[in-house]
């Protein structure tokens, strides 16, 4: 059974940072891309960024560009995703996902940029 389980979410100042983990279970992690999404109140869910199974492939969102890195630890099945310069527009709750034959997503960690 696909399980992917965020953690990492909290309340940060502006221009703080965060690091967000998505552990994964279930699949052989390594042969997937990943990817982050996030969802901000009133809005629709969209991506962030994305890496592939090995982690030689990133892309990422304009909005996130320069300020957030997706990284992956394949011998630990987790993902992550470090967020530097935070800003107000960054609150949201933060989503792994992955397509093992089926779209998964974990259950969201927030994250609340705020002074």
Same mark, same amino acid.
């Not at 935070?86 to 994250?111: F, I, M, N």
């Given at each position: $059974?696909?399980?992917?389980?965020? &953690?990492? +979410?909290?309340?940060?100042?502006?221009?703080? %940072?965060?690091?967000?983990?998505?552990?994964?279970? +279930?699949?052989?992690?390594? /042969?997937?891309?990943?990817?982050?999404?996030? $969802?901000?109140?009133? !809005?629709?869910?969209?991506?962030?960024? %994305?890496?592939?199974?090995?982690? =030689?492939?990133?892309?990422?969102?304009?909005?996130? !560009?320069? =300020?957030?890195?997706?990284?992956?630890? /394949?011998?630990? /099945?987790?993902?992550?995703?470090?967020? /530097? &310069?935070? !800003?107000?527009?960054?609150?949201?709750?933060?989503?792994?996902?992955?397509?093992?034959?089926? &779209?998964?997503? +974990? $259950?969201?960690? =927030?994250?609340?940029? %705020? %002074?």
């Amino acid at each position: $059974q696909v399980q992917l389980v965020e &953690s990492g +979410g909290g309340l940060i100042q502006p221009g703080g %940072s965060l690091t967000l983990s998505c552990a994964a279970s +279930g699949f052989t992690f390594s /042969n997937y891309a990943i990817d982050w999404y996030r $969802q901000a109140p009133g !809005k629709e869910r969209e991506f962030i960024a %994305s890496i592939s199974g090995v982690g =030689r492939t990133r892309s990422y969102a304009d909005s996130v !560009k320069g =300020r957030f890195t997706i990284s992956r630890d /394949n011998a630990k /099945n987790t993902l992550y995703l470090q967020m /530097n &310069s935070l !800003k107000p527009e960054d609150t949201a709750v933060y989503y792994c996902h992955a397509w093992v034959a089926a &779209s998964y997503w +974990g $259950q969201g960690t =927030r994250v609340t940029v %705020s %002074s």
